[in-house]
């Protein structure tokens, strides 16, 4: 597995990233918050310009390959001391392979260049990808109820993981 960064000039790179991020977010988060939640916050952090301004304030995104093939994408940046984990998606088939731990050694060695001691993220509490991060070594340090807009909230545990 190898990984790929995303330049802020990379036009083409940036609406794959948006087309993977809404194929994969959609088909995880639908049933999960509702559709109507999740195309407002497909809206709010996924458009091409909505990447864009991330890339800007200082994410980094990355495609996860194996082999010549895309199986998911990472963003992250850093935050306090920290690196706060905003992205971490597999395609559904590529799901159970290992390339979950495989991108968590990637994120450590990333936040050890930048001189942090963890990596934090936050996961909708009824997420059943809680238990990958449990079982990857993340703990619960707090609960986060989020209000973003619209009527909709996130209602998160938030992890982390010392490196």
């Known amino acids: 597995m190898y990984f790929i960064e995303l330049s802020k000039v990379d036009d083409k790179g940036i609406s794959e990233m948006s087309e993977m991020?809404?194929?994969?977010?959609?088909?995880?988060f639908d049933p999960l918050i509702g559709k109507e939640q999740n195309d407002y916050m497909?809206?709010?952090?996924?458009?091409?310009?909505?990447?864009?301004?991330?890339?800007?304030?200082?994410?980094?995104?990355?495609?996860?390959?194996?082999?010549?093939?895309?199986?998911?994408?990472?963003a992250f940046y850093p935050r306090e001391d920290a690196m706060y984990l905003s992205k971490f998606y597999l395609y559904k088939t590529e799901r159970k392979k290992g390339y979950a731990s495989k991108m968590l050694d990637f994120i450590k060695e990333e936040t050890k260049a930048e001189g942090l001691c963890g990596i934090e993220l936050?996961?909708?509490?009824?997420?059943?990808?809680?238990?990958?991060?449990?079982?990857?070594?993340?703990?619960?340090?707090?609960?986060?109820?989020?209000?973003?807009?619209?009527?909709?909230f996130m209602d998160d545990y938030v992890y982390r993981i010392e490196v």
């Open 21 to 28: 991020a809404t194929s994969i977010v959609r088909e995880h």
């Open 42 to 74: 497909l809206q709010m952090f996924q458009t091409e310009d909505a990447i864009r301004k991330q890339l800007e304030s200082g994410y980094r995104y990355f495609f996860a390959k194996a082999g010549d093939k895309v199986v998911g994408f990472t």
């Open 122 to 152: 936050n996961v909708n509490r009824g997420n059943d990808a809680c238990q990958v991060y449990a079982h990857m070594g993340f703990r619960i340090i707090r609960e986060e109820k989020n209000d973003i807009g619209n009527g909709f």
